[in-house]
């Protein structure tokens, strides 16, 4: 089941294809499929995992991006290094950046991933990285939306 946002009226629904006509306004409409896609402060956010990127090439369609890991063991996951080295043949100077990471004791990943792409891939980068021990303790949720309204207005700057 796919999720779909009419181009039109903003409505939102449910269903595997587009239909014809919105059911709220209407309408026949633009349909954008939604299912992985968020909105943040105006600016449109696809939500990808790290393996559904296969070339390096791939990334440079993006005027911004996040990248996100776990710390294991006082690193970052080996699926992010192996992605950071593929990203580091894209063309991603100049372009908006962050890094978050989730973490039980230490959360040295957000910190690695963040340095790496600031100063190997000269990328303009938030303040910091967002390090969370979990989206439901000390405003984590919250703290996500936030970080994701800064990257939006480091684009826009």
């Given at each position: 089941m796919n999720s779909w946002k009419c181009g039109n009226c903003g409505y939102t629904f449910e269903a595997e294809q587009p239909p014809n006509e919105c059911p709220s306004c209407k309408?026949?409409?633009?349909?954008?499929?939604?299912?992985?896609?968020?909105?943040?402060s105006g600016v449109d956010a696809t939500v990808l995992e790290a393996?559904?990127?296969?070339?390096?090439?791939?990334?440079?369609a993006y005027d911004a991006l996040v990248f996100g890991s776990p710390t294991y063991h006082g690193d970052m996951m080996q699926?992010?290094?192996?992605?950071?080295?593929?990203?580091?043949?894209?063309?991603?100077?100049?372009?908006?950046?962050?890094a978050f990471g989730a973490f039980g004791w230490s959360g040295e990943a957000p910190d690695r991933i963040y340095d790496t792409m600031e100063h190997i891939f000269k990328m303009k980068m938030v303040d910091q990285p967002l390090r969370l021990k979990s989206s439901r303790v000390?405003?984590?949720?919250?703290a996500a939306q936030d970080y994701g309204k800064a990257v939006a207005e480091k684009l826009n700057a």
């Amino acid at each position: 089941m796919n999720s779909w946002k009419c181009g039109n009226c903003g409505y939102t629904f449910e269903a595997e294809q587009p239909p014809n006509e919105c059911p709220s306004c209407k309408q026949a409409c633009e349909f954008l499929n939604n299912t992985c896609y968020m909105c943040i402060s105006g600016v449109d956010a696809t939500v990808l995992e790290a393996g559904a990127i296969q070339k390096e090439s791939e990334l440079e369609a993006y005027d911004a991006l996040v990248f996100g890991s776990p710390t294991y063991h006082g690193d970052m996951m080996q699926q992010m290094k192996t992605f950071l080295f593929m990203a580091e043949k894209a063309a991603l100077k100049g372009k908006t950046g962050g890094a978050f990471g989730a973490f039980g004791w230490s959360g040295e990943a957000p910190d690695r991933i963040y340095d790496t792409m600031e100063h190997i891939f000269k990328m303009k980068m938030v303040d910091q990285p967002l390090r969370l021990k979990s989206s439901r303790v000390q405003g984590g949720i919250q703290a996500a939306q936030d970080y994701g309204k800064a990257v939006a207005e480091k684009l826009n700057a």
